[in-house]
């Protein structure tokens, strides 16, 4: 498809629209990005977030109390925790999950580099047309990442049904993560994390 190729997000946009009654009514799985990008053998788990707290905000960076669904195994004592941001959690994330897509793209819209969640939020996915899920995916697949945020554990706990983590940043990336952090926390979304214990 030429018009992917083009880099012009208004153009794929409209791509985007026109396949959706197609994906939407597709009972054919699509291709599942999310396990290219993280595989569970690499230590990724998909885990949802039941807490979150800010205890303190300075310059040398931000402290904060995150609450997560137990991971399936029992860990040892966590000091590291990897967190990929996703996009919001709103009608066309969910829409991303069910195609099996990661929804951890950036895109060039209105000037700005943006969440594809936050671009495809003001396009009109109800209109007519077909397009193959697979191009869909695959032109998914080329775009960037957003940045992992990686935070050191100072004091890690588990109980019957939860993990809590008292984190701090340790750079830029990880203080822009946190604030992505703090508007999704209170929506109990689930993400991607990677767990580093002190065996690791």
Same mark, same amino acid.
């Given at each position: 498809m030429p018009l992917l190729e083009a880099g012009s997000l208004k153009k794929a946009l409209g791509i985007l629209a026109e396949c959706w009654p197609s994906l939407r009514n597709n009972s054919s799985p699509a291709p599942c990005q999310q396990q290219v990008l993280f595989p569970p053998a690499a230590g990724w788990q998909h885990l949802r977030i039941l807490g979150y707290r800010c205890l303190a905000e300075h310059s040398a960076g931000y402290e904060f109390m995150l609450k997560l669904e137990r991971p399936s195994a029992d860990l040892a004592l966590t000091v590291h925790l990897?967190?990929?941001?996703?996009?919001?959690?709103s009608q066309v994330a969910l829409?991303?999950?069910?195609?099996g897509l990661s929804g951890c793209q950036i895109v060039q819209? $209105?000037?700005?580099?943006v969440p594809?969640?936050?671009?495809?939020?003001c396009v009109?996915?109800?209109?007519a047309c077909q397009?193959?899920?697979?191009?869909?995916?695959?032109?998914? !697949?080329?775009?960037?990442?957003?940045? $992992?945020?990686?935070?050191?554990?100072l004091e890690s706990w588990q109980t019957d049904n939860s993990l809590h983590l008292h984190c701090v940043t340790?750079?830029?990336?990880?203080? $822009?993560?946190?604030?992505?952090?703090?508007?999704? !926390?209170?929506?109990?979304?689930?993400?991607y994390v990677r767990l580093r214990t002190n065996r690791d």
């Open positions: 990897e967190l990929q941001p996703q996009n919001s959690y829409w991303l999950t069910r195609l819209f $209105a000037r700005q580099r594809l969640c936050q671009a495809l939020s009109d996915l109800t209109q397009i193959p899920a697979k191009t869909l995916n695959d032109w998914l !697949a080329r775009q960037p990442m957003l940045m $992992a945020g990686h935070f050191k554990v340790t750079d830029c990336m990880s203080r $822009a993560c946190y604030h992505w952090l703090q508007q999704q !926390a209170i929506r109990y979304q689930l993400v």
